[in-house]
């Protein structure tokens, strides 16, 4: 079980103890993607689906879904976020909108879960209001970004690596 933290020395899952940890300004940089079909990309980008502002109900479903992933994932720690931001870029040419979430804390460990659930949370979002107008949405290349902070410091996705599906 070496080099993974979430078990102990017999297999058994565990809460890492941070404890000892030192506590540093940590940050998480996530992004995906939802694919959909021309009505969906017009009624998002005109805000006219019958859900009502698409982007702006995804924004605080995701925001709300960051601050509460230590419910979500089982080990998780609970941490006190300083900042939370959801981003929406529309990418007309791909019929796409991408999510982007930053997480930020000053704390023992990093916050690259919440910023990954950001994403998911806002992009199931948005797949949850527009539904009707298109089952056949796609939700893709979500992955972390950026994160920095701690022990093993920075960390950036490489530009060109191909497994982020974008």
């Known amino acids: 079980m070496s080099g993974l933290t979430h078990f102990d020395e017999k297999g058994n899952a565990r809460m890492v103890d941070v404890g000892d940890k030192a506590e540093t300004d940590r940050i998480a940089v996530a992004h995906g993607m939802i694919y959909v079909n021309e009505e969906v990309f017009e009624a998002i980008k ?25 419910e979500l994932i089982p080990l998780c720690h609970l941490l006190m976020l300083t900042k939370c931001n959801l981003d929406f870029v529309l990418h007309e040419e791909k019929q796409a909108v991408e999510a982007i979430c930053t997480v930020k804390t000053q704390g023992k460990t990093g916050v690259e879960m919440e910023a990954l659930t950001g994403v998911n949370i ?15 949405m796609v939700i ?27």
């Open 122 to 136: 806002g992009l199931l979002t948005i797949y949850d209001m527009c539904k009707a107008m298109d089952r056949g």
């Open 46 to 70: 005109n805000k006219t689906a019958k859900k009502g502002d698409v982007l702006g109900v995804a924004r605080v479903a995701g925001i709300m879904a960051a601050k509460r992933t230590f």
């Open 140 to 166: 893709d290349g979500v992955c972390l970004l950026k994160k920095d902070g701690g022990k093993s410091g920075l960390y950036e996705k490489e530009p060109g690596d191909q497994r982020s599906g974008l």
